[in-house]
């Protein structure tokens, strides 16, 4: 059974880092797109940042300049560097391997079972 499982959510100040982590489990994602999504309650799940097998990335504009997506695929871990975080990026982060860079897929979505931001004064 495929599984994603991510660790690193907490709680952080405005102006704070936290990474985020993902290791993926009984199969290799390294052909598939691996990333991130995130949702706060009553949202939907959007997308903030995705990598391609060979390294291309999507970053969501909210959130450019200040996140930073990268993969081993060696560890079959991708990770999530969020830097200057502000309280709109609180929200449950939710790792995903799919086969588009830019939404979900149905029946080609794989998800982890997410982790919590939060970020506050």
């Known amino acids: 059974q495929a599984a994603l499982v991510e660790s690193g959510g907490g709680f952080v100040q405005p102006g704070g880092s936290l990474t985020l982590s993902c290791v993926g489990s009984?199969?290799?994602?390294?052909?598939?797109?691996m990333g991130w999504y995130r949702q706060v309650p009553g949202g939907e799940r959007d997308v903030v940042a995705t990598?391609?097998?060979?390294?291309?990335?999507h970053i969501a504009n909210s959130v450019k300049g200040r996140f930073t997506i990268s993969r081993d695929h060696a560890k079959n871990m991708v990770q999530l560097q969020m830097n200057n975080l502000i309280p709109e990026d609180t929200a449950t982060y939710y790792c995903?391997?799919?086969?588009?860079?830019?939404?979900?897929?149905?029946?080609?979505?794989?998800w982890g079972q997410g982790t919590q931001v939060t970020v506050s004064a």
């Open positions: 995903h391997a799919g086969i588009s860079m830019y939404h979900q897929t149905t029946g080609y979505d794989n």
């Open positions: 009984g199969k290799s994602f390294d052909d598939w797109v």
């Open positions: 990598m391609a097998p060979r390294g291309e990335t």
